[in-house]
Structures are given as structure tokens and as C-alpha cells.
């Protein structure tokens, strides 16, 4: 018990090292090479938070884990979803960048359907994976061909680079993504043993320990990010992860499976459509102000905590289990929409007016 628990601490400190670095050299690094730091979050962050996804998911298709497997890029993308978001939102409120509105967030949401409807005949073939992976290039190339500058900085003094040397920052943030999937791994490891003395089904495990545990990172930096006022980076690394733990984890996983991959009945009838509720709530969300303010992420808490209870009270069988699903089905998601769909159109209405009145005032 001892040691996972030193492991444990190991991993938190590493995780939060990692991410300071990450953030840190990332954000010079964009602006080094000139380009906008929400390209750098869709790519260089998502794909480095991902990695311990990618490393957990082939591992568990090579060894004919796929329960574990499917379970983790599923529940990671709702933790991505509604821990991580909600969690910085209420630190600080996140800016959303309109490019992520406009293009990444439907692309999140038509991937994350396409899977789901993959998926209803009970099982992902190697030709499937092999579309995810042909998805993926395709969305890199959009990402390469996206419009984007660094922000201009402010005049540094003289003889001094504000944004060092780019050997550093690619180093460094190199390093930062080490400490990070390293933190991660001996999280997960040291969770996993805990999870397993309490004898949690390995289902569970994938959705929970294992999917929060591989989100850390998004999780660390994220709150980072946020905290540093890289409120770009925060969000755009969740978006760009959600998207490449379906299109590269689970495309690339599929491809080093023997067989095609089973799809459990309880992960469609359940987790998947709670990962695409989620995923259409971010749309309302994001476009209201282009923020994330700190009610919204305070909302999307409270539904990825009910989301972890419905799963321990289902597996238990709980006798309140229909309760809970009664007062979730006919009150607090009813609330929950009409509160997000009054503040969206309240939103739109006002701009209507507003661009409006501008236009208004330019003719005159």
C-alpha cells in the first residue's frame, strides 16, 4: 500500500512540473514559429496529452482488452468534456476561440457520431480503424492549411528575446511532455492497484480510473493554461484530444488489433450518447460570449459527477437507482437545456441586434 501511494505523489508532481513546462515553452514556441497558439493547442498539446490514450488503448487491443480499451477513449473524452473544462472554467472563465466554434467543435461532434453509428452493428472492422487513420490525415492537412498568426507581444527591452532561443522551447517542451505521460503512467498504475484491491469490474476501471487517469494531462494543463491566462491552449488541447483519441488512439489501436473490435450494448445505450450530449451542449456553450464562464463550468461538473454516481449506483444495483434516473430524466436536464438554450438564443438575439444597429450606423 505504501509504495503505490509514493508512486501516487510521484506522479501528481510530475504531472504538475510537466505542465508548467508545457505551457510555459509551448506558448513561446508559437511564438517563435509564428503561428497561433490554439493551432499549437489542436496539435502539438492534444497529440502530446494524448499519448498515455494511444499507449493504454494498443496495449489493451494487442492483449485482447478491448472492454478496457473502447471504455478509455470513451470515458476520457467525457472527462475531456466535462471534468477538465468545468473544472478550469470555475479557476478562471476560458475564452473560446470563434475558429473553434466555427470548424473543430462540428468536427468533434460529426467524429464523434460517425463512431457511434460505426459502432451500432456491435463491432469496429481493421477497414473502419483504417478510415479513422485516413480521417485523421485529413484533419491535420485542415489543421496546416488553417489561417493563424502569434499574438504580437509587447516590445521587449533591448537586446533581450522575450521568446529565447527555439532549440530551448522545443526542448523544453519536450520535456514538459515527458514529465507528463510519466506522472500519468505511474498515476494510473498506482490507481489501478487500488482500484483492483476494491474489486471494480474492468469496464468500470477503463471508464473511470483509467479514463481520468490518461486525461490528466489534459487535465494539468488545462488548469495551467488557464491559470496562466493561455486561455487558448486550455481549451483548444481538450477540443484537438477529443478528436485525435477518436481519429489517432482509436484508429491506430484498431489497426494492431487481430480481430475487429467488439462494442459493448451498455456503451452505446449509455456512455457513448452521454460523450455526444455533451459534446452538443459544448456548441450553445462556447457560443455564448465565446467563453466558458464559471456557472456553465460549474454545470458541467455536476453532470460528469452524476455521471460517476449513475455508474457506481448501476454497478452496485443500487435500490436508488430509478430515483436518480427519474430525477435526472424529468427535472434537472430539462433545467439544465431550457437554462442553456435561453442563454444561447438570448445571445443570438442580441448580436442580431447589435450588428444591426452597427451596420445601422455605418450606412448613416
Known amino acids: 500500500m505504501i509504495i503505490p501511494l509514493l508512486w501516487f505523489v510521484a506522479g501528481l508532481i510530475s504531472l504538475i512540473g510537466g505542465a508548467e513546462l508545457l505551457v510555459r515553452y509551448v506558448s513561446k514556441l508559437a511564438l517563435k514559429l509564428g503561428v497561433s497558439k490554439l493551432v499549437i493547442a489542436l496539435t502539438v498539446v492534444a497529440f502530446g496529452t494524448s499519448a498515455p490514450e494511444l499507449a493504454v488503448s494498443i496495449q489493451a487491443s494487442v492483449d485482447g482488452q478491448t472492454d478496457l480499451m473502447l471504455g478509455n477513449i470513451v470515458g476520457s473524452n467525457i472527462s475531456n468534456t466535462l471534468f477538465i473544462l468545468g473544472l478550469s472554467a470555475i479557476f478562471i472563465p476560458l475564452k473560446v476561440h470563434k475558429n473553434l466554434i466555427k470548424s473543430d467543435v462540428p468536427i468533434m461532434l460529426g467524429i464523434t457520431l460517425l463512431i457511434y453509428f ?81 474489486g471494480i469490474s474492468e469496464l468500470i476501471i477503463g471508464l473511470t480510473v483509467v479514463a481520468i487517469g490518461t486525461s490528466l494531462p489534459e487535465i ?125 438564443i438570448s445571445e443570438w438575439i442580441w448580436r442580431a441586434r447589435y450588428v444591426g444597429l452597427f451596420k445601422t450606423r455605418k450606412e448613416e
Open 118 to 198: 460505426l459502432s451500432l452493428n456491435g463491432s469496429l472492422s481493421v477497414w473502419e480503424s483504417g478510415l479513422l487513420v485516413l480521417l485523421l490525415v485529413i484533419y491535420l492537412f485542415f489543421l496546416s492549411r488553417k489561417k493563424g498568426h502569434a499574438e504580437i507581444p509587447s516590445v521587449p527591452e533591448e537586446g533581450k528575446d522575450e521568446g529565447g532561443s527555439l532549440l530551448a522551447n522545443i526542448l523544453f517542451s519536450g520535456l514538459g511532455l515527458v514529465l507528463l505521460v510519466t506522472g500519468a503512467r505511474w498515476l494510473i498504475n498506482s490507481s489501478l492497484i487500488f482500484a483492483e484491491m476494491a
Open 220 to 344: 494539468v494543463t488545462s488548469l495551467v493554461a488557464a491559470i496562466r491566462g493561455e486561455r487558448d491552449i486550455a481549451v483548444g488541447s481538450v477540443v484537438g484530444s477529443n478528436i485525435l483519441n477518436f481519429l489517432a488512439v482509436l484508429g491506430f489501436a484498431g489497426l494492431f488489433s487481430p480481430n475487429s473490435i467488439p462494442v459493448q450494448q451498455s456503451l452505446l445505450d449509455f456512455d457513448f450518447l452521454v460523450l455526444i450530449a455533451a459534446t452538443i451542449a459544448c456548441i450553445p456553450i462556447f457560443y455564448t460570449g465565446h467563453k466558458i464562464v464559471r456557472w456553465e463550468g460549474a454545470l458541467f461538473l455536476f453532470f460528469y459527477f452524476a455521471y460517476l454516481f449513475y455508474l457506481f449506483l448501476s454497478t452496485t444495483d443500487h435500490k436508488f437507482l430509478d430515483v436518480f434516473i427519474n430525477v435526472m430524466i424529468f427535472f434537472v436536464i430539462p433545467v439544465a437545456i431550457i437554462t442553456i438554450l435561453y442563454h444561447s
